[in-house]
């Protein structure tokens, strides 16, 4: 019912769009973007920002069965708890991309990011590792709008093709699971968290792009 009703409200609002001038370009043409820079980095970064979305819910609940003993039922809050702090930092997220620089709240989605994989990595408390969880949860949150949002600043007259690539960013919820299950068959679910590490890493490195587009 809420979706039909917000496809209603949306369908009855009028939308000014500028006209595209020239001919749409082709998929081929849309990919070749992928060779700017700043686009090819903010796809990774929306890659790893999917891999960790996908990967905490998978991994989280394991965790705590294999350092609590838990029973799955018990272990599930887990994800609940991801999705709880992962929709707050959605709701506040536009309040603090407002009154911060871009830059400084990315800075400090991916520290919170960074504490959360230290937790779950070495965590052996409930209290830690639910911290972790939620650190990620609330991190995670906004990291896809701002990655979206750098790719689009970049390169203004191409915000349709751009859109398309950095949609097409979320298959990275298809490559870090299959990563983290090998990781986890090797070395328990230790493995994984350091796959989804990985992410994280590659997530402080994007952060001078964001002082490139938005100074």
Not at 88 to 113: A, E, N
Not at 176 to 195: E, I, K, N, R, Y
């Amino acid at each position: 019912m809420v979706g039909t009703f917000s496809a209603v409200l949306l369908g009855v609002t009028p939308i000014h769009e500028e006209k595209i001038e020239g001919k749409p370009s082709t998929f081929v043409e849309c990919f070749k973007l992928l060779g700017t820079p700043i686009v090819l980095l903010s796809f990774l970064g929306i890659m790893c920002h999917v891999g960790i979305d996908v990967g905490t819910n998978t991994t989280a609940p394991k965790i705590l069965m294999e350092r609590l003993g838990m029973t799955l039922n018990d272990a599930a809050f887990a994800t609940s708890l991801y999705f709880i702090f992962r929709t707050i930092g959605c709701l506040t997220g536009s309040f603090f991309l407002r009154v911060l620089k871009m830059r400084t709240f990315f800075i400090i989605s991916v520290i919170m990011m960074a504490l959360s994989m230290c937790g779950m990595f070495f965590g052996q408390e409930k209290w830690i590792l639910y911290t972790a969880i939620a650190l990620v949860g609330y991190g995670n949150s906004n990291i896809f709008s701002m990655c979206f949002a750098t790719a689009l600043e970049s390169m203004p007259k191409k915000q349709n093709e751009v859109s398309g690539l950095m949609i097409m960013g979320l298959f990275g919820g298809t490559i870090f699971p299959l990563l983290m299950g090998f990781a986890s068959d090797a070395v328990g679910q230790a493995g994984a968290v350091a796959v989804m590490a990985i992410g994280v890493i590659y997530l402080f490195t994007y952060i001078k792009q964001l002082k490139t587009v938005n100074p």
